[in-house]
């Protein structure tokens, strides 16, 4: 995977922090598609971040002494009532995301760490990937979710896929009629 230079530091100064801080963390959105096989251009860096509240603020200024635009009264308001906020590296921008859901704590419980050149950095499975994708399921996560079914192909649990979608939607859901197509 070939990565602009600000995105590459931004994500190896991100995992370092969040492995010394020992928070919960998984690698989701474009950056972890692109690590299971999905071949495009993704700018920016999504989280899924189980920090305590308590040790939050600390989290943050390391982040801050480490390069990371942030301020930290906003990103702990916005986490606490949106459960999501934006900081940034060099402008690269860097979505933390609060895990919410039930599917987001299998999320981070089956992350692992990444092979390769950004080693360390706690990467989500392409299950979960494609779960998180079809939950926001706009044409980008759509396509990101057949590419990754073509790469991944028969190796990829789309029964747990199924599973964990049924633990926040219903089957009547289009999602459910999507993935059945992936898998026929």
């Known amino acids: 995977m070939s990565l602009d230079i600000p995105l590459l530091e931004a994500l190896e100064k991100l995992g370092a922090e969040l492995e010394r801080s020992r928070v919960p963390y998984a690698l989701i959105g474009g950056l972890a598609a692109v690590r299971h ?8 860096i999504d989280i899924l971040l189980a920090a305590p509240r308590v040790t939050l603020p600390g989290l943050l200024d390391r982040l801050q002494a480490a390069g990371f635009t942030v301020d930290r ?3 702990i308001r916005e986490l606490t009532t949106g459960r999501m906020s934006r900081i940034a590296y060099r402008g690269v ?8 859901l039930p599917v987001f704590a299998d999320t981070l419980r089956r992350a692992s760490r990444m092979a390769g050149g950004l080693a360390g950095i706690r990467l989500a499975t392409a299950e979960d990937v494609i779960v998180h994708k079809l939950i926001a399921f706009r044409e980008r ?5 057949r590419r990754i079914h073509q ?3 028969e190796t990829l649990d789309l029964e ?3 599973r964990q979608w049924l633990t ?4 009547s859901d289009d999602r459910i009629a999507f993935l059945e197509r992936l898998g026929s």
Do not use: M, N
């Open 73 to 75: 009264d906003r990103t």
């Open 168 to 171: 926040i939607g219903d089957s």
């Open 93 to 100: 921008p860097v979505d933390l995301l609060e895990p919410v």
């Open 37 to 44: 096989g999905v071949v495009r251009t993704t700018l920016d």
């Open 141 to 145: 996560d759509r396509e990101d979710i």
């Open 151 to 153: 790469v991944q192909g």
């Open 160 to 162: 747990y896929v199924r």
